[in-house]
């Protein structure tokens, strides 16, 4: 079992609504404009700007990034305490508790997913109270990011464990996937062949990020046909 | 050197070791006997912790529940008084929550005790023969707890498979 993404630029509108979702469903901790200008934003799905082309004929497009999950992560090998570890599903899982905040896995992502928590997780009035049980709110000075929502995948688990039946497609699928209102985020298993997302990675248009780096990511683009 | 500084290093560690233990202990509004309602009412522990087996949470009963029985007093009892008052009041008994797992880790009784089949006396103790309420709990919910049970049943010890 090899869990992994595939995102559909040709549906992708870059609406966002994947990043609002991955926001909300996780507690990300919202910063202040003013640190958010010193780079401590913090967002385990961003939205990356891609300018195509040139003036007059430039397009600028917004193309979701959540964590690549990556076969051969480069974070996992410089943790000195192994708070981020590739598990046997190929979740690159990340655990607070064990985290001393060093930030070397920050400096060695290439894709820069890993947000630091600078302060103590805080939220606008009224959403304090709003947050979701089922996801920790970190404390200061750990490194967070996309756990491909681990904790759906916990409980998705053991209910097909009390319903005596394997884990299905459609029982597993992160905020993002779900939310996405073009359905232009896929998720499942990349090893099986029942699941759509074997079918999408091998498809012609799939690319990966920096794939010249042999970080071999879990999240396969399809890019835009003209 | 300022010899203060050296008192701050025994301090600090005093601290740590106080603020690690779980000695405190809980007063509950009710001083609830479990061996009663086992023995003289022939109740089981999932007849009123009704979640235990379908759900994350166990529950602890209150009022609605309660007043099943206890709508009008069944006996002298001083403790069945004030619960026969809280159902009167409409008020929520303001139990105290003495097992805790901390929110980074994921627990879930459901999978404990439907799926592995663990017994309830494994984590809460003798709870069959107790007179008085939990004051403190049975086993020190820790992380080394959880492993060295997991470890003899031989499932899953990967951190992702529980922290979140």
């Known amino acids: 079992m090899k869990w992994g993404m595939v995102i559909d630029l040709q549906k992708c509108t870059g609406c966002g609504e994947c990043a609002a979702a991955c926001k909300l469903e996780n507690n990300v901790a919202i910063v202040e404009p003013r640190e958010s200008e010193m780079g401590r934003t913090m967002l385990w799905m961003d939205m990356l700007t891609i300018y195509e082309g040139e003036y007059p004929r430039l397009r600028v497009r917004q193309i979701p990034r959540p964590c690549m999950h990556c076969d051969h992560p480069p974070c996992t090998k410089v943790c000195p305490v192994r708070a981020t570890y590739m598990n046997e599903e190929g979740i690159v899982a990340q655990i607070y508790p064990q985290c001393i905040g060093c930030r070397y896995c920050m400096a060695a992502c290439p894709y820069t997913v890993k947000s630091f928590n600078w302060y103590k997780p805080s939220f606008p009035p009224g959403m304090d109270r709003a947050t979701n049980p089922d996801v920790s709110v970190r404390p200061v000075g750990v490194v967070e990011k996309c756990t491909f929502c681990i904790h759906r995948l916990q409980m998705a688990k053991e209910q097909a464990k009390f319903e005596a039946r394997d884990l299905r497609e459609g029982d597993f699928q992160p905020a993002c996937a779900d939310s996405c209102p073009t359905g232009a985020i896929v998720f499942g298993d990349l090893e099986n062949r029942d699941h759509q997302v074997n079918h999408l990675a091998h498809s012609p248009r799939a690319e990966k990020l920096l794939e010249d780096l042999g970080t071999e990511p879990k999240v396969i683009y399809l890019k835009e046909v003209d | ?164």
Request: net charge neutral.
């Open chain 2, 1 to 164: 050197m300022n010899h203060w500084k050296l008192l701050t290093i025994p301090a600090f560690l005093l601290f740590f070791v106080g603020g690690c233990s779980d000695s405190g202990r809980f007063s509950q509004p009710i001083a609830y006997n479990h061996k009663k309602h086992i023995e003289e009412a022939g109740l089981g522990c999932f007849d009123c912790h009704t979640g235990a087996q379908t759900h994350q949470k166990a529950s602890i009963p209150n009022i609605h529940f309660c007043k099943n029985c206890h709508e009008e007093a069944m006996t002298d009892s001083k403790e069945e008084e004030k619960l026969v008052g809280f159902i009167k009041k409409n008020e929520l008994i303001p139990w105290v929550q003495v097992h805790r797992v901390p929110d980074h880790a994921y627990f879930s009784h459901r999978r404990h005790v439907s799926l592995g089949k663990i017994a309830c006396q494994d984590c809460h103790g003798d709870v069959n023969n107790m007179t008085l309420p939990f004051t403190k709990p049975h086993v020190s919910i820790n992380m080394e707890f959880c492993i060295r049970c997991h470890e003899s049943k031989q499932v899953t010890t990967d951190c992702a498979a529980c922290h979140r």
